[in-house]
């Protein structure tokens, strides 16, 4: 089915030649998907560096991890913009339409991008936006599901510790432990250990604003630009008490580094960095899977986006 079909079905004033489809992928700086969890995409999109949004409609689709799909986050009334004075970009009126609002989170639509244009005329491109599915309920970050299925992206984590999640920020701050950041861009894994007060989240939220001070990953930002954090998942491979010794916790660090070694395909080489108690492995475990496509298949459990 044609996601403009299903639009007029329930709104009638949104036809395609009145209608500008946008395409919020990765800028450079900023992740819609993250923007839409935090509850900030809305204020988020009507920013342009151009005027992107002259048509009545503006049909949002924010790119998902996985290829070529697209969350439906609303249909937006266009009704002008404005130049903010020392500003080299514009602001436009958006509001969302209520009508097209309980798909907002739920709809997701498959189109196979051809080029990098985010701005589309919807008209242009009917056949082309199908409806891939339609989520029982809205994409939202999950409460704490338990240690053992912990499985997060790096969008996810920040929202999380943006929003100071009571539920996650109670559960990771009660234990240390060993965890495990897997980049699912070069399959290389980054074993690492949160000890004393605070525990893991105290860690966490270290990356969630940046490299965690970790010389590895300080130098892959460097290289790359802090988007390349963009293909890390967070999960937890061992618990214990934030009273354990830091010789406790280390050892069992070392444990779990000869785990996913013995589990590698050949000996691959592996840099040990003492002063963040960071393991780099640099191939992944034969069997696991990291990547975008399919996030439930790591080493701690499944997708934190709560169907």
Request: a neutral charge; one cysteine or more.
């Amino acid at each position: 089915m044609r996601v403009t079909d299903l639009l007029v079905l329930l709104d009638s004033e949104v036809v395609p030649d009145k209608t500008k489809v946008h395409l919020a992928s990765w800028n450079g700086r900023e992740d819609p998907l993250k923007e839409y969890l935090s509850g900030t995409f809305s204020e988020w999109q009507c920013w342009q560096t151009r005027r992107n949004f002259e048509r009545r409609f503006v049909l949002s689709l924010i790119a998902l991890p996985e290829t070529d799909h697209w969350l439906f986050a609303g249909v937006f009334m266009s009704q002008g913009c404005e130049r903010p004075e020392g500003r080299d970009c514009y602001h436009y009126n958006l509001h969302a339409l209520a009508s097209c609002s309980e798909l907002s989170g739920r709809l997701v639509a498959h189109f196979k991008r051809t080029g990098r244009q985010s701005y589309l005329d919807a008209n242009n491109w009917v056949e082309q936006i199908v409806l891939a599915h339609i989520r029982p309920k809205r994409m939202t970050i999950a409460q704490f599901p338990g240690f053992k299925a912990v499985d997060l992206a790096k969008s996810e984590l920040d929202v999380i510790v943006k929003q100071n999640l009571e539920s996650w920020r109670t559960a990771l701050s009660s234990v240390a432990g060993v965890y495990l950041i897997s980049d699912t861009m070069s399959g290389e894994l980054y074993v690492g250990s949160a000890t004393g007060e605070g525990g893991i989240w105290q860690r966490w939220c270290q990356y969630a604003v940046g490299h965690g001070e970790n010389v590895e990953l300080k130098a892959l930002f460097e290289e790359h630009g802090p988007q390349r954090g963009s293909a890390f998942r967070f999960s937890i491979l061992e618990i214990a008490d934030t009273h354990a010794s830091i010789d406790e916790i280390r050892k069992r660090e070392r444990h779990w580094k000869r785990i996913l070694l013995s589990r590698s395909h050949g000996p691959p080489t592996c840099e040990i960095q003492p002063s963040h108690h960071q393991i780099i492995v640099g191939s992944t475990p034969a069997g696991v899977d990291y990547s975008h496509e399919d996030p439930r298949s790591s080493v701690a459990g499944t997708n934190r986006f709560e169907a």
